[in-house]
């Protein structure tokens, strides 16, 4: 899929059944390599790159997969502790293979990862944590070589900056590790606390996450189990946003509600109807413009970055001038320009974007930068007037599960070229 025509001037309306977290799912995958038990996972998200990446990576090493509705994992036969340049370099998420492999078997050896061109997205955090858990680590042609004599050891680490991917190396890391880590100023995210959950199925031992402070008493071995993973909030996020800049009446489900909490307040300050169940969101904006907010991204709970791009959409087309500021990455407006190439007024100042609100935007030949980018740049498809072609959409297949067909469901009009 590397490109899109949409016919646009659509009204966004229906219902949606949101898929498993990708960022919950990529780590939970990799933290398989940490037991020899057979997991069975559900709700892993299906078709998207960057889990059919990860699936790859598992199998060179020797873990045995099976992918029907369930996703079964047999990581016993493992017999190779390094992974190949032209998968690492796809996913960012390919540095989770270091720690698990790390902590059983001793060693490991990865390329630097790749991913989402969002800023330098650099990886001391992940490997000072192993440094300080023991882990000896050296470089070789853009190759992490880590070993370990022994076990790691337990340790007290205080996170300089708050990081999802270096609290999840860590925690994995930890978990086999001799005695207690406390990983002080950690990750709060949701997929953190199902990573945790996950492990603890296994035999972990793990308590405080989705807190700031992690305690991970080591085990010396994990067992099987079964794990059920959570929804994704940023897509549910844009799906939200999908209805909310259309005029648009949506119901999601299959979500988790108060995973949402910041982003459902931002959309009630834009003049949406929002109602919630157990497992749904509602959003009504029938008839309404939205009103420009403002916002600034932070980690869990503040506003997620990961639906930045949605949300700036979102203030384009609104009634009002509204800002957003950047704090978690330092380069995530590429996107912007082919906003303006659609019509939108949109000013970047230092971190801060400020949006004068246009009631439409307007079609264009636009191009996809990165994951989040590339979903706004569709929504915005789908309202403009015209048919708009949107270029580089693979971006989209690493983390949105069928996301031209849901949005069709839902009454876009969205062809594959
Ligand atoms: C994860 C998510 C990504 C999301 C981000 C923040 C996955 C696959 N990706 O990315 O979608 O946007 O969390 O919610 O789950 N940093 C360092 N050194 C490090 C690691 C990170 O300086 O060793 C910096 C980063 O450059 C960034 C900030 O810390 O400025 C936060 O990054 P981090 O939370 O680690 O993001 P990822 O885990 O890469």
């Given at each position: 899929?590397?490109?899109?025509?949409?016919?646009?001037?659509?009204?966004?309306?229906?219902?949606?059944?949101?898929?498993?977290?990708?960022?919950?799912?990529?780590?939970?995958?990799?933290?398989?390599?940490?037991?020899?038990?057979?997991?069975?996972?559900?709700?892993?998200?299906?078709?998207?790159?960057?889990?059919?990446?990860?699936?790859?990576?598992?199998?060179?090493?020797?873990?045995?997969?099976?992918?029907?509705?369930?996703?079964?994992?047999?990581?016993?036969?493992?017999?190779?502790?390094?992974?190949?340049?032209?998968?690492?370099?796809?996913?960012?998420?390919?540095?989770?293979?270091?720690?698990?492999?790390?902590?059983?078997?001793?060693?490991?050896?990865?390329?630097?990862?790749?991913?989402?061109?969002?800023?330098?997205?650099?990886?001391?955090?992940?490997?000072?944590?192993?440094?300080?858990?023991?882990?000896?680590?050296?470089?070789?042609?853009?190759?992490?070589?880590?070993?370990?004599?022994?076990?790691?050891?337990?340790?007290?680490?205080?996170?300089?900056?708050i990081?999802v991917?270096?609290?999840?190396?860590?925690?994995?890391?930890?978990?086999?590790?001799?005695?207690?880590?406390?990983?002080?100023?950690?990750a709060c995210e949701p997929?953190?606390?199902?990573?945790?959950?996950?492990?603890?199925?296994?035999?972990?031992?793990?308590?405080?996450?989705?807190?700031?402070?992690?305690?991970?008493?080591?085990?010396?071995?994990?067992?099987?189990?079964?794990?059920?993973?959570?929804?994704?909030r940023i897509?549910t996020g844009t799906?939200l946003v999908?209805?909310a800049?259309?005029?648009?009446?949506?119901?999601?489900?299959?979500?988790?509600?108060?995973h949402l909490t910041n982003v459902l307040l931002k959309l009630i300050d834009a003049?949406?109807?929002?109602?919630?169940?157990?497992?749904?969101?509602?959003?009504?904006?029938?008839?309404?413009?939205?009103?420009a907010l403002n916002i600034r991204t932070a980690p869990y709970p503040g506003f997620p970055t990961d639906l930045q791009a949605q949300f700036a959409l979102l203030n384009?087309?609104?009634?009002?001038?509204g800002t957003i500021t950047e704090t978690v990455f330092?380069?995530r407006?590429?996107?912007?320009?082919?906003?303006?190439?659609?019509?939108?007024?949109?000013?970047?100042?230092?971190n801060t974007i400020?949006?004068?609100?246009?009631?439409?935007?307007?079609?264009?030949?636009?191009?996809?930068?990165?994951?989040r980018?590339?979903?706004t740049?569709?929504?915005?498809?789908?309202?403009?007037?015209?048919?708009?072609?949107?270029?580089?959409?693979?971006?989209?297949?690493?983390?949105?599960?069928?996301?031209?067909?849901?949005?069709?469901?839902?009454?876009?009009?969205?062809?594959?070229?």
């Open positions: 899929m590397n490109k899109l025509c949409i016919e646009g001037d659509k009204n966004l309306s229906g219902s949606v059944t949101i898929s498993g977290a990708k960022n919950a799912a990529l780590p939970i995958l990799f933290m398989s390599i940490l037991t020899e038990g057979k997991i069975q996972i559900k709700n892993v998200p299906k078709n998207l790159t960057d889990i059919n990446i990860a699936l790859k990576l598992l199998v060179y090493v020797g873990v045995k997969i099976t992918y029907k509705k369930i996703l079964f994992i047999d990581p016993s036969s493992i017999n190779v502790f390094c992974a190949p340049y032209h998968l690492i370099k796809k996913i960012r998420a390919s540095i989770w293979m270091l720690a698990p492999l790390l902590a059983r078997f001793g060693k490991a050896k990865i390329f630097l990862p790749g991913g989402c061109k969002i800023g330098s997205r650099p990886i001391d955090l992940h490997l000072n944590g192993l440094i300080k858990l023991g882990a000896k680590i050296n470089f070789k042609n853009d190759c992490i070589i880590a070993s370990v004599q022994g076990r790691l050891k337990g340790k007290y680490i205080l996170m300089e900056k990081s991917g270096a609290t999840i190396t860590i925690m994995s890391a930890a978990t086999l590790a001799q005695g207690i880590t406390i990983i002080d100023n950690a997929e953190i606390v199902d990573i945790a959950k996950f492990l603890n199925t296994l035999g972990a031992n793990i308590i405080g996450a989705g807190s700031k402070k992690i305690y991970i008493k080591g085990v010396i071995k994990l067992t099987g189990g079964t794990h059920q993973i959570i929804p994704d897509e799906f999908a209805a800049i259309s005029k648009g009446c949506i119901i999601c489900h299959n979500t988790e509600p108060k003049g949406a109807k929002i109602q919630i169940g157990k497992n749904w969101i509602k959003l009504d904006m029938r008839d309404k413009r939205p009103k384009t087309i609104s009634l009002g001038i330092e380069n407006f590429i996107y912007i320009s082919e906003l303006i190439n659609m019509g939108a007024k949109i000013i970047l100042k230092n400020i949006s004068y609100g246009t009631p439409k935007l307007l079609s264009s030949n636009v191009f996809c930068s990165d994951l980018a590339s979903a740049l569709v929504l915005a498809g789908c309202i403009a007037l015209g048919v708009t072609i949107v270029n580089k959409t693979y971006h989209l297949i690493r983390g949105y599960e069928s996301f031209p067909k849901k949005l069709n469901k839902l009454g876009a009009d969205i062809k594959i070229l």
